[in-house]
């Protein structure tokens, strides 16, 4: 049976050695993606749709940024700290995107996002690297 709900947060020094493992591997999707997650703390449906002109500008990342939740139709803001806008702004630059395009877009389906289950894997993956299931 798969865990279902919130998850026991993890520790500071545990996101520090993935964003470590994640820049070493230099995979700046899943960075990018790892370092949103943490600063936002949308749930994964929201995360995974998220549109570069949710986050950004001109093509620089903003400081702050507030998307509608799809759960209870809210709004809800958080910061974006200077390393995640680093690294999505070296995510977006790597792929092209531009303002209506999805920021996880996905490699299967042109004009769609990553789904949740693809999303979940990669949270499997990274807190399996460290030990932690």
């Not at 997650?37 to 549109?51: E, G, H, P, Q, T």
């Not at 759960?71 to 977006?92: D, G, H, L, N, Y």
């Amino acid at each position: 049976m798969r865990p279902v709900g919130q998850q026991i947060p993890l520790k500071l020094e545990q996101i520090w050695v993935i964003r470590i493992r994640l820049e070493i591997a230099k995979n700046i999707r899943e960075l990018a993606m790892f370092n949103m997650a943490i600063d936002c703390k949308l749930r994964s449906c929201d995360l995974v749709k998220l549109l570069v002109r949710d986050i950004s500008r001109n093509g620089e990342v903003l400081d702050r940024a507030q998307v509608i939740q799809q759960k209870t139709s809210q709004p809800v803001q958080f910061e974006i700290t200077k390393k995640t806008r680093e690294s999505v702004e070296a995510w977006i630059e790597l792929r092209g995107l531009s303002g209506m395009d999805y920021l996880w877009p996905s490699w299967m389906r042109k004009s769609d996002h990553i789904t949740t289950h693809q999303y979940a894997r990669l949270v499997k993956k990274w807190i399996t690297s460290i030990g932690l299931d």
